[in-house]
Nanobody, 126 residues
Framework: QVQLVESGGGLVQAGGSLRLSCAAS????????MGWFRQAPGKEREFVAG??????????YYAESVKGRFTISRDNAKNTVYLQMNSLKPEDTDVYYC?????????????????WGQGTQVTVSS
């Protein structure tokens, strides 16, 4: 069982930056593939970024809409995964969720993740 707690959301002007954190409980954090998703009211959850588990090589992958602006990273010693968001745009405004699955693969669908955080609001003003 893994519990995820996000933090770091807030209000920022367009062009600014935010770093989201996702703290995970559990002894085998390094064996989990991690992902970040976002969701606007009335819309489906959208994949943002993912990072494979250590055993899978830890490759990172991104949605086209955030590639070059967002960076996902993980600190296994702190059981934490981060999402660094730069050059933010108003269309990045959403609730952002951290997700985890104990597996070696790479996952783009929210149905493939087993554990979710409560979400953190990111608002980008124009």
């Amino acid at each position: 069982q893994v519990q995820l707690v996000e933090s770091g959301g807030g209000l920022v002007q367009a062009g600014g930056s935010l770093r989201l954190s996702c703290a995970a409980s559990g002894r085998t954090f390094s064996s989990y593939a991690m992902g970040w998703f976002r969701q606007a009211p009335g819309k489906e959850r959208e994949f943002v970024a993912g990072r494979g588990s250590n055993r899978s090589g830890g490759r990172t992958y991104y949605a086209e809409s955030v590639k070059g602006r967002f960076t996902i990273s993980r600190d296994n010693a702190k059981n934490t995964v981060y999402l660094q968001m730069n050059s933010l745009k108003p269309e990045d405004t959403d609730v952002y969720y951290c997700a985890a699955v104990e597996s070696y693969g790479y996952y783009y669908s929210d149905r493939q993740y087993d554990y979710w955080g409560q979400g953190t609001q990111v608002t980008v003003s124009s």
